[in-house]
């Protein structure tokens, strides 16, 4: 798969950014808390984050190697924040029971079993420790991949994981967690104009095309907009 550029992701207008604020906010962290972020990618979200913990620190993972260098980049030579490489079908690369909080941000839908997932954050959680996670839900820009075959019907995806209210409180549950609360919201995402609608989809959504196969995606979304949908989860480690 391409890799991912770090320093275009970071000069987008991100959506991104509002599901970040909402994330964090739902963890309503402590100054002295240890923070993960799971998915980091540049570490936009991670440093809006750290302004809470004002005594504590953070570690941002995330398997991207160029994400990771841009969030290096971000954070400099702040002695609070620890940047990891680290896959997130496997477990954190943090010792079991050892943070406060997780939090992460349009990332798991990379994911095909948020099963490994939700178990993999609750033995890396302390007790009482808290997750608020967002990511790509049931319905996720089903209007937009509904054009797709308009460009080319052999055009495949990554393997998205899309999923749904149900099956995500039933493996949360498994996992241990209590206070459960997951939702699904509509975020239609209006872009400015064809030449920003075009970056972004190369950057984010659809990074394996060619330039041909991006113009007539930016074309047939005649309104510049994006149909997300977002899955976001609370939960709590007793």
């Excluded at 770090?6 to 964090?24: C, F, M, N, S």
């Excluded at 940047?83 to 997780?102: F, Q, R, W």
Aim: charged letters at 25%.
């Amino acid at each position: 798969m391409k890799a991912w550029d770090g320093v275009a992701y970071d000069a987008l207008p991100l959506p991104h950014e509002q599901w970040g604020k909402r994330t964090i906010e739902a963890l309503s962290l402590l100054p002295t808390e240890l923070l993960l972020d799971a998915g980091c990618g540049t570490g936009r979200d991670a440093q809006l984050a750290l302004e809470q913990l004002s005594e504590g620190s953070l570690i941002c993972v995330d398997q991207s190697s160029t994400m990771l260098d841009q969030c290096r980049s971000r954070f400099g030579q702040d002695s609070r924040v620890q940047i990891l490489e680290g896959d997130l079908d496997k477990a954190l690369p943090v010792e079991p029971e050892s943070v406060d909080a997780i939090m992460s941000v349009a990332a798991l839908h990379w994911l095909s079993d948020h099963n490994n997932v939700w178990r993999h954050f609750f033995a890396a959680l302390k007790p009482g420790g808290r997750i608020a996670t967002d990511c790509g839900g049931f319905g996720n820009l089903a209007k937009t991949l509904a054009l797709v075959p308009q460009i080319d019907p052999n055009i495949t995806f990554p393997n998205w994981y899309y999923a749904n209210v149900g099956d995500t409180e039933k493996l949360l549950a498994e996992a241990g967690f209590i206070d459960i609360k997951v939702s699904l919201r509509p975020h239609p995402t209006p872009l400015p104009n064809k030449e920003t609608l075009a970056t972004y989809l190369r950057t984010l959504v659809f990074r394996e095309w060619n330039d041909e196969q991006i113009n007539q995606m930016s074309d047939l979304l005649t309104d510049n907009t994006l149909d997300y949908v977002r899955l976001e989860v609370r939960a709590r480690k007793a």
